[in-house]
């Protein structure tokens, strides 16, 4: 049958089981909105305040369902709104196709009225990126860029369609999605390999001499990364640390990836990781980390870290072997995969001796309760004694992240919502946004600061608007308060520019969007408003005011020893 470019996209995207779509309309996208009109009984739409804001739900989406998020934006400002959702995204792993339109041939490279070259600018952020001029190829690009993005290492994708392909037709032939693996889609594309994403089955001998590795270990130590979250390989990455009976330390991006509560977690590593996590990296002889890419912020100086260990790394992306630590040996494969074969490989062991070691340094950071005060982890206790286990919690970055990582136990994939590698203030909310849609059964929060919420709390339009129930937690210390951290502690106490003794009244601004706001003092009007928001079912603001100095501990500043603890 013939169709125009624009009816042939959403014919694509009903291919792909696509059932929302989060995005902001504008002219040179208009033929797309206009086709969507009549699929609306079939697809979703979602219109957020801002493009950036569409980005952060359909990550948010992306991240909760392990499904690929959709995001539409018009061409010019409005996709350069969404580059920094873009490459949020692309540090933490996600799949997210980002449809933009241009505007049409006759027009491109004239400086013409929102033209804007943006697969050159996302080009560094994207896995794939793809201009589309030709109505004949859309429909490949399409199915090729979800392919993609789902495929190997996760990630996002966009494609820029010219106006003037949106309204050519041309015929459209359907093909299930079940036969685009092998249709192939990228050789039909210009200057692409079909096996440029693929990935190779692991080695069995790499997988081998991991196993034996681990047989001669006295003091091994697994480290739960996010691609363990990615892969949705909870379930064997449990069994391995079971098996092998190693204490496990938990990455921002892995929390998930094996039970919270498990007897082998030692918590976070890195920064801000407990005091067990980072003196079992200093004392382990086996380091296995599995979908870790050895950041700075776990890796602080790559010279001393895991100094006495012999150091494995098991990675989909050949790219990230060896970049950040040298290692002793890595097997390159996609950590579900590799892990079943371990399993299939390794015999059980047992480390009384050196888990008793580990478990002697404290998991969980204690905190002084002063009376008629919040404190972080007051919060965040009661949040886990009143809510569902399985609440799916998003956060914005700062003090508040790291209180929500060290404090809250995860249980399953896609339960934490976090920008890790890109550390974007304001993903949070709409985040929750797109977890909440993509998720309507499971109860979802928003925890964030007085600092990364004013970025982009405008997004509580698209909360009420859509009556989308988030509960939003603000961390109101008045400052930037891990910018504070580090002026306090390494900057000699010159607070510059980092105090917020401003505006907005949080609960008055969530009242002037159609919501319901409160501030609380202590524990008792905290669990108050948590137990009227729940009862109440719609989009709710808890504005929680803590003290200003109050700090997240432990810390090791960056380029330190990973046992240095500047703060405990």
């Not at 209180?403 to 809250?408: D, E, L, N, R, V």
């Not at 849609?437 to 929060?445: A, E, L, R, Y």
């Amino acid at each position: 049958m013939e169709l125009t470019g624009a009816q042939i996209l959403i014919e694509c995207l009903l291919e792909q089981e696509v059932d929302t779509i989060f995005g902001y309309p504008g002219g040179t996208i208009l033929n797309v909105y206009d086709a969507l009109y009549d699929y609306s009984d079939r697809i979703k739409h979602v219109l957020t305040s801002h493009e950036q804001g569409a980005s952060h739900a359909a990550d948010g989406y992306a991240r909760s369902t392990g499904k690929v998020g959709v995001c539409f934006a018009t061409s010019g400002p409005g996709a350069t709104n969404l580059t920094t959702g873009i490459a949020t995204a692309y540090m933490d792993s996600s799949p997210v196709v980002f449809i933009t339109c241009n505007v049409g041939e006759n027009l491109i490279g004239k400086d013409s009225f929102q033209e804007v070259d943006i697969t050159g600018i996302s080009m560094p952020i994207t896995k794939w990126n793809y201009l589309v001029r030709s109505v004949d190829e859309l429909a490949d690009v399409v199915r090729a860029a979800f392919a993609i993005a789902r495929s190997g290492r996760p990630g996002p994708v966009l494609i820029d369609i010219l106006k003037n392909v949106t309204a050519a037709r041309t015929e459209y032939i359907p093909l299930p999605k079940r036969e685009h693996a092998r249709h192939g889609l990228l050789r039909r594309l210009r200057g692409h390999a079909e096996g440029e994403f693929r990935v190779p089955a692991p080695n069995a001998a790499d997988v081998d001499k991991l196993a034996e590795m681990i047989r001669e270990s006295e003091r091994p130590l697994l480290i739960c990364g996010g691609g363990v979250v990615r892969s949705r390989a909870q379930e064997e990455f449990t069994r391995f640390a079971e098996t092998v009976d190693a204490p496990v330390a938990i990455t921002v991006m892995g929390g998930g990836g094996i039970v919270g509560r498990s007897p082998l977690s030692t918590g976070m590593i890195g920064m801000h990781g407990t005091q067990a996590s980072n003196m079992a990296c200093d004392g382990c002889d086996l380091l296995i980390a599995v979908g870790c890419r050895f950041s700075d912020r776990v890796a602080l100086d790559p010279a001393s870290f895991a100094s006495q260990a012999k150091i494995v790394q098991i990675d989909i992306d050949r790219a990230e072997i060896n970049k950040n630590v040298h290692t002793d040996h890595h097997i390159v494969g996609d950590a579900k995969e590799v892990l079943s074969l371990l399993n299939r490989r390794v015999e059980p062991k047992r480390n009384d001796e050196w888990k008793n070691y580990v478990f002697s340094f404290k998991t969980e950071t204690e905190y002084e309760a002063t009376p008629g005060r919040l404190s972080p982890k007051q919060i965040l206790n009661s949040i886990a004694a009143l809510l569902p286990e399985d609440t799916i919690v998003s956060t914005d970055v700062g003090q508040h992240q790291m209180w929500a990582i060290q404090h809250f136990h995860f249980d399953y994939p896609g339960q934490l919502i976090t920008s890790g590698g890109f550390g974007t203030m304001g993903f949070g909310l709409g985040a929750a946004l797109g977890a909440k849609v993509g998720n309507p059964d499971k109860t979802v929060i928003h925890i964030t600061g007085d600092g990364s919420f004013r970025m982009n709390c405008n997004e509580l339009a698209t909360e009420e608007f859509y009556d989308i129930p988030v509960i939003t937690y603000i961390f109101d210390n008045r400052t930037l308060g891990m910018v504070r951290q580090w002026q306090n502690l390494i900057y000699g106490k010159r607070f510059y520019q980092t105090t917020l003794d401003r505006g907005p009244d949080f609960v008055k601004l969530a009242e002037a969007y159609g919501l319901r706001g409160r501030r609380v003092t202590n524990v008792e009007e905290f669990e108050e408003a948590t137990r009227e928001a729940l009862e109440w079912g719609h989009g709710y603001v808890i504005d929680c005011l803590i003290d200003t100095d109050e700090m997240v501990r432990p810390m090791v500043s960056g380029g330190s020893r990973i046992t240095q603890f500047i703060v405990d």
